[in-house]
């Protein structure tokens, strides 16, 4: 198995080189691949002057996030692509912990793993919850879009994420219409169609928290306009066998709006927040959703509705076994 690290940049040279030292320095060897949207600054210039070690592909105009992420992909070479925005990084065993983890179950087409969000100094802010017991925690295809419908199967961010190349070209890749506004998340819900999902409960990712972020430059209604288009995909997706206990579309939307109003008032965005508001975030249902997604996420999803789990620990490294059978609420 080969993987290929994409490293998708824009004018952030000083904060590229942490990325591209972070893929270089892997404990196994890895295919590095800088995917540049046409920057102004010295980039082109440092990454060829690293020679063979790196791939460079320079887009002639700026075309954006998704669309330079997506040349990165086609000229990457590996089975599976390691995504790596430019102010991200890497811990230096992340490529072989998703490979192990990978080899050990053929059907998976999706990997994720711990995030440590950081400031600009790399002091920790925060990470993203466990997921299930053990090192690798496997989830079916069918329970997936379920899962992510209520928040219990958190892919995360780029730098959290890999995925079979060849599954990343059959769905298109990155939709360059919303350019860092869930970009991402649309990728996921289209890749995980094709095969099962791997969690790793160990932090392999850094995520660096700034102003200077893609994702700043949106409104928190835009964002919740988008996530409710992503929610509106994940619903069409859910496997049938989930369907006797769905939230209804409705309901979904209102519970997406409902997360966000609270985002709005913790962050004391109150013009924002006005805006959001309307009869749907009374809703009961809204409430019981999002709070037992919360719950759910805190307990380690002890009590979702995702069912036939699999897990790999070290005593068991060459010995795949179901460990979870959870019955339906």
């Given at each position: 198995m080969k993987f290929s690290v994409v490293i998708s940049t824009y004018n952030r040279l000083d904060l590229l080189k942490r990325a591209i030292n972070s893929a270089l320095n892997q404990t196994i060897p890895c295919e590095v691949v800088v995917a540049d949207?046409?920057?102004?600054?010295?980039?082109?210039?440092y990454v060829k002057s690293l020679g063979n070690s790196v791939i460079y592909h320079r887009n002639e105009v700026n075309k954006g996030h998704a669309a330079t992420v997506n040349a990165g992909v086609t000229k990457a070479s590996g089975d599976w692509i390691k995504f790596l925005d430019d102010d991200d990084y890497l811990a230096p065993n992340c490529i072989e912990e998703m490979a192990k983890a990978i080899s050990l179950h053929s059907s998976a087409v999706i990997c994720s793993c711990i995030g440590s969000q950081v400031d600009s100094n790399e002091q920790e802010l925060s990470r993203t919850p466990k997921v299930g017991p053990g090192l690798a925690f496997y989830i079916p295809q069918a329970d997936i879009h379920y899962g992510m419908l209520l928040e219990l199967v958190p892919?995360?961010?780029?730098?959290?994420?890999?995925?079979?190349?060849?599954?990343?070209?059959?769905?298109?890749?990155?939709?360059?219409?919303?350019?860092?506004?869930?970009?991402?998340?649309?990728?996921?819900?289209?890749?995980?169609?094709?095969g099962d999902a791997i969690?790793?409960?160990?932090?392999?990712?850094?995520?660096?928290?700034?102003?200077?972020?893609?994702?700043?430059?949106?409104?928190?209604?835009?964002?919740?306009?988008?996530?409710?288009?992503m929610k509106e995909k994940i619903y069409a997706l859910v496997d049938h066998k989930h369907s006797s206990y769905l939230p209804s579309l409705k309901n979904t939307r209102n519970y997406v709006k409902l997360h966000w109003l609270l985002v709005a008032l913790k962050r004391r965005q109150?013009?924002?927040?006005?805006?959001?508001?309307?009869?749907?975030?009374?809703?009961?249902?809204?409430?019981?959703?999002?709070?037992?997604?919360?719950?759910?996420?805190?307990?380690?999803?002890?009590?979702?509705?995702?069912?036939?789990?699999?897990?790999?620990?070290?005593?068991?490294?060459?010995?795949?076994?179901k460990v979870w059978e959870h019955g339906k609420a």
């Amino acid at each position: 198995m080969k993987f290929s690290v994409v490293i998708s940049t824009y004018n952030r040279l000083d904060l590229l080189k942490r990325a591209i030292n972070s893929a270089l320095n892997q404990t196994i060897p890895c295919e590095v691949v800088v995917a540049d949207d046409c920057s102004a600054d010295e980039t082109e210039v440092y990454v060829k002057s690293l020679g063979n070690s790196v791939i460079y592909h320079r887009n002639e105009v700026n075309k954006g996030h998704a669309a330079t992420v997506n040349a990165g992909v086609t000229k990457a070479s590996g089975d599976w692509i390691k995504f790596l925005d430019d102010d991200d990084y890497l811990a230096p065993n992340c490529i072989e912990e998703m490979a192990k983890a990978i080899s050990l179950h053929s059907s998976a087409v999706i990997c994720s793993c711990i995030g440590s969000q950081v400031d600009s100094n790399e002091q920790e802010l925060s990470r993203t919850p466990k997921v299930g017991p053990g090192l690798a925690f496997y989830i079916p295809q069918a329970d997936i879009h379920y899962g992510m419908l209520l928040e219990l199967v958190p892919f995360g961010t780029p730098v959290q994420v890999a995925c079979c190349r060849d599954t990343f070209l059959k769905t298109g890749g990155w939709n360059p219409q919303l350019d860092a506004n869930c970009d991402d998340i649309d990728s996921w819900i289209s890749i995980a169609q094709f095969g099962d999902a791997i969690f790793l409960n160990q932090c392999l990712a850094y995520r660096t928290i700034w102003t200077g972020a893609y994702n700043q430059k949106f409104s928190l209604l835009k964002r919740l306009d988008t996530n409710i288009l992503m929610k509106e995909k994940i619903y069409a997706l859910v496997d049938h066998k989930h369907s006797s206990y769905l939230p209804s579309l409705k309901n979904t939307r209102n519970y997406v709006k409902l997360h966000w109003l609270l985002v709005a008032l913790k962050r004391r965005q109150l013009t924002e927040l006005l805006k959001m508001i309307d009869g749907g975030i009374l809703s009961p249902i809204a409430w019981w959703v999002l709070v037992t997604a919360t719950l759910s996420r805190r307990l380690n999803y002890r009590n979702s509705h995702l069912n036939k789990f699999v897990l790999i620990d070290d005593r068991e490294a060459n010995n795949v076994s179901k460990v979870w059978e959870h019955g339906k609420a």
